[in-house]
């Protein structure tokens, strides 16, 4: 059984640009989590989607947005780049909505710079 | 702002011995609770959940909960330093009562078990 993949693994980027990270569930898991992981600041929460509907959202910037399509794949897209975007980002899902037992994808490494 | 606390350690236990993990919580509604491994330079992986009062056994894992102190712990009896990770505490919180869940994580305790 496959797990959950995110791409691509590492991505270097420059401060304004902008950057899609795409992840691909379990198979019939329909809920998709994103987060961002720091050093100093942990795993926080971005945004979930569940059949292709955005159903909860951390505290982050207008930057920050997300799709999910009609697969259940979902893509979150970072606008304006800021050198403290730099971060692993996760992607977690799982079969219903609010990760009753999420799994991650091994992350996408995005540096700013 | 749910808040989740964990020592950040690093804790450090001699091989074989008992290693326990502490996590407090500050949303009195949670209900479930999650405890997940993350190796360095990997993703989390989930190892234990928890949902009723008491301790949850599984191997050498044993998730304990006490809801009415917002208190959640894990043991891990006879450590290996193949248990050397940071272990992450997540009660799961609902989104506004919006009927939608999320996991709020703690930033981690870092576990070393010494050979």
């Known amino acids: 059984k496959a797990g959950v993949t995110q791409t691509p693994r590492y991505l270097i980027k420059t401060r304004g640009q902008q950057v899609t990270l795409s992840c691909s569930p379990i198979s019939g898991h329909r809920s998709v989590s994103w987060y961002q992981q720091t050093p100093g600041q942990g795993l926080q929460f971005l945004f979930e989607?569940?059949?292709?509907?955005?159903?909860n959202k951390g505290n982050f910037p207008g930057r920050f947005s997300g799709r999910q399509f009609s697969n259940s794949r979902s893509e979150m897209n970072v606008s304006t780049l800021e050198l403290g975007d730099s971060a692993l980002y996760l992607c977690?899902?799982?079969?219903?909505?609010?990760?009753?037992?999420?799994?991650f994808g091994s992350g996408t490494r995005l540096t700013v710079v | 702002q749910k808040e989740v606390e964990q020592n950040s350690g690093p804790l450090s236990v001699p091989e074989g011995a008992i290693a326990s993990l502490n996590c407090t919580y500050s949303?009195?509604?949670?209900?479930?609770f999650f405890w997940y491994r993350q190796y360095s330079g990997k993703s989390p992986e989930l190892i234990m959940s928890?949902?009723?009062?008491g301790d949850k056994e599984d191997g050498r894992f044993t998730a304990q909960l006490n809801k009415a102190s917002q208190y959640v712990s894990l043991l891990i009896r006879d450590s290996q330093p193949s248990d050397s990770a940071t272990y992450l505490c997540a009660p799961r919180n609902e989104y506004s009562g919006a009927g939608s869940y999320q996991l709020t994580f703690g930033k981690g305790t870092k576990l070393s078990v010494i050979p």
């Open positions: 977690a899902s799982s079969l219903d909505t609010g990760g009753d037992g999420y799994t």
């Open positions: 949303d009195r509604v949670s209900q479930s």
């Open positions: 928890i949902y009723s009062n």
């Open positions: 989607y569940f059949s292709e509907t955005q159903r």
